[in-house]
């Protein structure tokens, strides 16, 4: 047990690996929530509130982050992948305190641990309890993991954006939707470091942009509405943990890859906001800083980007830290095709078998099931399902 009620102490210092078990085992391991805060997150409510919720059941989608050049600042949330997290008031579990009691799935792992130190979901939930300052209730949760670790859409970031959203309905949704992403912040930055570029999307839903981290300043970027906008994605039997990716990042860049690099950004965010697919394509294609030292190290990538432009989509980038490949277009029929030149460029350049499937974005974010949670009214961010 991790003890840290009120303590002087001012961060946690939570080990270098994302969900790190080395001696997995089913013991529940509680964790009192109430740690102190640090300077850049939001202040804890004054009062304790009491659950509205005996418990609840939220879903929180996959992310593509960085989308090219929009590398720690930009990313998107996709419909119809990702996680589901449970919470129960449990009085078997002492006040204050979370336990993980299963973890289950088509993408459960032993690498994940019941600890809620070392589980994303733990981590997430935890944060939510630490800032809405519970101290008299117990809870207990269970993650279903629909994403695979390590594939570059946000796994971490969708367990955290689960658990954060089911704790807060179980206390009336007290929380914003911006502390929810603090709360988010808290897992991320054990696994790859302090950035919001899945967590944002995964929360808040659509297209975000990160304008700053301190303070945490976050925009929404509406993709028109009567525009169809399609994500290929093709994740390949290879895992690329976002550290070992980072690390492979250049220290420092020239001015001409800078300017570079934030024109294209910047028409990215314009293609977005006027719902250009064509224009969103080239400019995701166009990294000169990121992708060209990441994508060696994903064997067949390179061939992959060639061959999803040449069947007929508009841009081909990595997707997060990768391995996953994201091409754009703007018809689902065309982007099953491409997703089949996309397999099989995997299988001829790298060597690897891999999956495609084709998805829209998701404009909602995480959200809680009605039907799964007890007298729930919302979810606490305006949204139901």
């Known amino acids: 047990m991790a003890i840290c009620c009120q303590s002087p102490f001012k961060h946690i210092n939570f080990s270098s690996h994302a969900n790190p078990n080395p001696n997995p085992t089913s013991r529940k391991f509680p964790f009192v929530c109430n740690f102190s805060l640090s300077k850049s997150q939001s202040v804890p409510l004054v009062a304790e509130p009491e659950p509205v919720l005996t418990s609840a059941r939220a879903f929180a989608p996959a992310t593509v982050a960085n989308l090219g050049p929009g590398f720690d600042f930009l990313g998107c949330a996709v419909d119809g992948l ?151 994605l093709v994740s390949p039997e290879f895992e690329a943990p976002t550290k070992k990716m980072r690390a492979a990042l250049p220290a420092e860049i020239g001015m001409p890859h800078h300017v570079w690099n934030c024109s294209q950004a910047g028409a990215l965010v314009a293609a977005v906001l006027r719902g250009d697919v064509e224009g969103l394509g080239r400019a995701m294609s166009s990294d000169k800083v990121v992708e060209p030292r990441r994508a060696p190290l994903i064997p067949g990538m390179e061939a992959v980007k060639r061959a999803a432009v040449e069947g007929g989509a508009f841009g081909c980038t990595i997707s997060g830290a990768g391995p996953t490949a994201v091409a754009v277009t703007d018809s689902e029929e065309k982007g099953g095709e491409i997703g089949e030149t996309m397999v099989e460029a995997f299988r001829e350049g790298g060597g690897l078998k891999a999956v495609a499937v084709v998805k829209r974005l998701d404009r909602v974010g995480a959200r809680v099931h009605l039907e799964k949670s007890s007298k729930l009214k919302n979810n606490g961010m305006g949204k139901q399902e």
């Open 82 to 232: 990702g996680d589901f997290v449970s919470v129960t008031v449990d009085p078997t579990i002492h006040p204050g305190q979370l336990s993980i009691s299963e973890i289950s799935g088509p993408f459960s792992s032993k690498r994940l641990s019941k600890h809620p130190l070392h589980n994303c979901a733990g981590i997430g939930a935890v944060a939510a309890m630490k800032l809405l300052g519970i101290r008299s209730v117990g809870l207990s949760l269970s993650l279903e993991k629909g994403l695979p670790l390590g594939s570059g859409l946000g796994s971490s970031a969708a367990s955290a954006a689960a658990a954060a959203v089911a704790v807060n309905a179980i206390f009336g949704g007290l929380l914003s939707p911006l502390d929810l992403v603090n709360a988010g912040l808290e897992s991320e930055s054990k696994v790859s470091g302090y950035h919001a570029d899945n967590i944002a999307p995964a929360i808040m839903g659509g297209f975000v942009l990160i304008r700053s981290y301190e303070p945490l300043d976050l925009m929404k970027l509406e993709f028109p509405l009567e525009k169809d906008l399609f994500f290929v």
